[in-house]
């Protein structure tokens, strides 16, 4: 079985805090990717990364940044964090390149006051 | 713009019966289409995936693809109070990249 876990399931955060999630898979897939989850937006794509130290932007990178140094492990980072970043935030594996089946974490919920 | 389109619901449907949930696509290079279940507070599940026109069967799921009206869709079978969850439809299109709907809450009462 696929088994991606993420650091935290709660985590409250101030205003202007710098803030790290993190995401480790055993799989040794190329491909991990994070999401975002909001209530009426659904799911939105935010960077990928389909290999050590390489990243892409997804749909909506503004305000974060990520960081791929080991393949089993992607980090997405909130330089500044702010109220508008409080969401469930979700992250991803793909099975390999043929399927492209997408694994998820259990979510981290994050809360920006 | 690629779009997924799902209705919201809820869909609500007696113990027992079959649950139909829709969902159709816009870009019409998507190749892989994928139903999720979540669970409210969990992180969703994959429970089906398709890759070529007409149905693929996993237990009381079953999974439709009808390319030529870009329209995918999720049976089922005898469903039971615990299927009770929001499904997600999710497409993947030739940049290898998913878009997912908004997702149906499905109420199964017993």
């Known amino acids: 079985d696929v088994k991606v876990t993420q650091s935290s399931r709660y985590l409250v955060k101030r205003t202007g805090e710098k803030v790290f999630l993190e995401c480790v898979q055993d799989m040794d897939h190329e491909n991990m990717f994070w999401y975002r989850q909001d209530p009426g937006l659904g799911l939105r794509l935010i960077y990928f990364s389909y290999d050590v130290k390489m990243k892409e932007k997804g749909d909506i990178p503004e305000g974060y940044s990520v960081s791929r140094e080991k393949k089993e492990r992607f980090s997405l980072i909130l330089e500044s964090a702010s109220t508008n970043q409080t969401s469930m935030y979700l992250c991803?594996?793909?099975?390999?390149?043929?399927?492209?089946?997408?694994?998820f974490g259990p979510g981290t919920r994050l809360t920006v006051t | 713009q690629k779009e997924v389109e799902q209705n919201s619901g809820p869909l609500s449907v007696p113990e027992g019966a079959i649950a139909s949930l829709n969902c159709t696509y816009s870009d019409r290079g998507s190749q892989s289409f994928f139903w999720y279940r979540q669970y409210s507070g969990k992180s969703p599940e994959l429970i089906m995936s398709?890759?070529?026109?007409g149905d693929k069967e996993d237990g009381r799921f079953t999974a439709q693809l009808n390319k030529a009206s870009q329209y995918v869709s999720l049976l089922i079978r005898d469903s039971q109070p615990s299927d009770s969850a929001t499904y997600l439809c999710?497409?993947?299109?030739?940049?290898?990249?998913?878009?997912f709907g908004g997702g149906t809450r499905l109420m199964v009462k017993p």
């Open positions: 398709i890759y070529s026109n």
């Open positions: 999710a497409v993947k299109d030739a940049g290898n990249m998913l878009t």
């Open positions: 991803a594996t793909d099975t390999d390149s043929s399927s492209y089946e997408q694994y």
